[in-house]
């Protein structure tokens, strides 16, 4: 009954791997059939040989881990249920009258009617949620915008997932360098959808090689926000162009006593420039607007120049870029 059960309302890896074994078996059967019918021993060789692979390919499989799995899956949709019924009224959540149009929509054949479903506000974003552990959400597309004090989320999850956030919550971001990635399994969702791709693949998060215990790993860098909603780095960009945030950054050179504060003010910048957040000319203004700050301290000379040696030496501006304004700060 279990089993019948798991090809009924199981997941699709799982529903996969039951059909496959079943597929493995009526062609077992027929060959065998058919090599009694034919007296061929060539034909039963082979029924055997396909048996041989349907045991091992069953050996193979984690029945405990898909199981562990489906019940994941069942927590999560009873987790989405439970807020979505706790957010109706004071989140204006609507559900769908027809029990498909929620999987149509998340699978992007219909956005405008998702959009105007839940109110979602014409000056709204496109971001992409590496996580958000409260509702159990990975890998997520979503909408946000703001409204009423709030910052609204729409999660296109299997059903969309409509929360707010007040504005006062949401006042800062965390740097979370260095996150593993998988680059053949993360975003399947988007990739899978021709739509969703075409709206959310500009917002995947950069990627690159780290060595980590010996041994060299694809790494992202994620940005959190209240709560624990993990944003990709191209996702940060749309953020702040509806909120003024304040990078946190917890490491060694933010909390050296021996950094001044505009060296790591610069450093903020640097990080924001190199994850794709900042336009190369939106990161000088914004070195310039820190060093025009620095020059108006009234600070001695050599500790400007200092400082300003610091920048260039991590590569926070260029030599010709601190000469202009070592030269400005004697005139």
């Known amino acids: 009954m279990k089993f019948f059960n798991t090809l009924l309302y199981g997941s699709r890896k799982a529903k996969q791997c039951i059909l496959t074994i079943i597929v493995l078996i009526i062609a077992f059967l027929g060959l065998l059939a058919t090599s009694v019918a034919v007296s061929s021993l060539s034909l039963g060789v082979v029924a055997i040989f396909v048996l041989l692979i349907d045991l091992l390919y069953a050996s193979s499989i984690s029945w405990k881990d898909l199981e562990r799995q489906e019940k994941k899956n069942l927590e999560r949709k009873k987790k989405i249920e439970k807020a979505r019924k706790k957010e109706t009224g ?145 996702s940060v960009k749309e953020l702040f162009s509806l909120l003024p945030l304040q990078l946190e950054v917890q490491d060694p050179f933010m909390q050296s006593s021996q950094i001044d504060a505009y060296s790591k003010e610069a450093y903020r910048c640097w990080l924001l420039w190199k994850d794709g957040i900042l336009e190369m000319e939106a990161y000088k203004a914004e070195i310039s607007r820190i060093l025009k700050g620095m020059m108006q301290t009234g600070m001695p ?31």
């Open 301 to 331: 000379q050599t500790t400007f120049q200092h400082n300003i040696q610091n920048m260039v030496q991590r590569r926070f501006i260029t030599k010709e870029f601190a000469d202009y304004y070592i030269e400005r700060y004697k005139e």
């Open 90 to 234: 004071k989140e204006d959540s609507l559900k769908t009258a027809d029990p498909d149009a929620s999987v149509k929509l998340y699978k992007g054949e219909n956005i405008k009617e998702l959009l105007y479903r839940y109110k979602v506000k014409k000056k709204h974003k496109a971001i992409l949620v590496d996580r958000y552990q409260k509702y159990q959400i990975r890998q997520c597309p979503a909408f946000i915008w703001i409204e009423k004090g709030m910052l609204r989320f729409l999660f296109l999850t299997e059903e969309p997932l409509k929360i707010g956030i007040p504005l006062k919550e949401v006042s800062k971001i965390s740097y979370i360098p260095n996150v593993e990635a998988n680059p053949m399994e993360d975003y399947r969702e988007v990739f899978d959808s021709k739509l969703l791709s075409m709206i959310f693949s500009s917002y995947l998060p950069s990627q690159f090689m780290v060595e980590k215990m010996g041994r060299r790993v694809m790494c992202k860098n994620l940005y959190e926000l209240a709560n624990g909603i993990r944003i990709t780095n191209l």
